[in-house]
């Protein structure tokens, strides 16, 4: 089982729609919880850090349940400019670090 | 403040070829990170330095070598590429100001193509 799980996609939906990402991470040790953007040929961005409080950036809303080991993504009012690879990722400690990446949720909008 | 440069960006070798691939950042980060990324396989770990000196092998680190120069600078060296190691590999390096964040900021990649 990988570590850090996310739905591959794609997800194709219309310009104004609201889409969710799900990613479940295996490790109990995992401290720090990131959703990172990746467009096409390019470098991976921060997109926001995920809280167990819940997060809001616009509007981009990212949730994270602990119990569960379950981290999500809502993106409303989707733009054209939406158009990305969306990655979680989760940082580990346990006596040393290790970042862990999960392989991507592309996520194409359609006008 | 340029953050995470690499060079080259794009590079052709033929099989047996070795090279360099350089990165430097600038933004006083302790650890920094090479990482491979192929088609549907997500990002993998090569090899890290969690801080100058030192360096640790990551998930796929058989057929590279890794030198940490100082603390702005970590290449990663090919010293026989082979059709394998065709991939964009990305540098990061990592900021740790706290558990929420502990984010990794990457390099532009450099694409290479193994002949």
């Known amino acids: 089982r990988k570590e850090v799980e996310q739905d591959p996609g794609p997800f194709n939906v219309p310009e104004g729609a609201t889409v969710a990402f799900n990613c479940t991470y295996s490790?109990?040790?995992?401290?720090?919880f990131f959703w990172y953007r990746q467009d096409c040929r390019k470098e991976p961005k921060l997109l926001m850090s995920?809280?167990?409080s819940g997060n809001e950036d616009g509007r981009f809303t990212a949730q994270l349940n602990r119990a569960s080991q379950y981290i999500s993504l809502l993106i409303r009012d989707s733009k054209l400019s939406d158009s990305a690879t969306y990655l979680c990722?989760?940082?580990?400690?346990?006596?040393?670090?290790?970042?862990?990446f999960g392989a991507g949720t592309r996520l194409f909008v359609k006008a | 403040n340029a953050g995470v440069t690499q060079t080259p960006k794009f590079q052709v070798l033929k099989t047996g070829q070795s090279m360099t691939l350089q990165c430097a950042q600038d933004?006083?980060?302790?650890?920094m990170y090479w990482y491979r990324q192929d088609p549907g396989m997500g990002l993998r770990l090569i090899y890290y330095?969690?801080?100058?000196?030192?360096?640790d092998k990551g998930e796929v680190p058989n057929g590279y070598n890794v030198s940490r120069l100082n603390k702005r600078e970590f290449s990663l060296r090919l010293e026989s590429a082979a059709p394998s190691q065709t991939s964009v590999y990305f540098c990061?390096?990592?900021?740790?100001?706290?558990?929420?964040?502990?984010?990794?900021?990457f390099g532009p990649g450099t694409r290479l193509t193994v002949l």
């Open positions: 933004m006083n980060h302790n650890s």
């Open positions: 330095s969690a801080s100058e000196g030192t360096t």
């Open positions: 990061a390096s990592h900021s740790q100001r706290g558990a929420n964040t502990d984010t990794q900021y």
């Open positions: 990722v989760v940082n580990i400690r346990t006596g040393g670090f290790k970042t862990i």
């Open positions: 995920v809280y167990s």
């Open positions: 490790n109990s040790a995992s401290q720090s």
